[in-house]
């Protein structure tokens, strides 16, 4: 029994570990990379500073990650969104999930840093004309961002 837990969590190691090896040349670039396990954590980052949040959807059910709201100094400088698994869909497969990845720059540090302490990036997860109507977001990401003055 000990063994198979074992070989289990060696297999999934090499999964994540393979993964990572095949990520977009775009993505290996950035500072830092934030996933759904980030969600709830709170950061400090420097002006100038690029990162992107990273998380699965099903777009094909109508559902889709938008920004609910930026903290001071932070811009949305891009927004993409790649299959899960490219080579299924290579393969006429229809459905199936998304990444969608949203980078992010710092482009200024407030004045007074004690005024915008705690601001939060907000993503929330929804099928857009739901959420319109008053229902709420299925699943929100969020994180605790300040920006200081970079080196």
Known sequence: MN?????????????????????????????????????????????????????????????????????????LVDKTSQPENPEGRKQGMVGGNDWTRFRFKTISAPVDLQSTA???LVLRYARPWEFEAGRPAEQIWQMQISVKPGA
Do not use: H, R
Request: aromatic residues 6%; charged residues 10%; positive net charge.
């Open 3 to 75: 063994a198979m837990k074992t070989f289990a969590l060696l297999s999934l190691g090499l999964v994540a570990i393979s993964g990572c090896a095949g990520l977009p040349p775009a993505e290996k670039s950035t500072n830092m990379i934030f996933a759904a396990a980030d969600t709830g954590t709170t950061k400090t980052l420097k002006t100038g500073q690029t990162f992107e949040v990273k998380l699965l959807g099903t777009p094909t059910a109508g559902y889709s990650w938008e920004v609910q709201s930026l903290p001071a100094g932070v811009v």
């Open 118 to 120: 705690g601001q939060a």
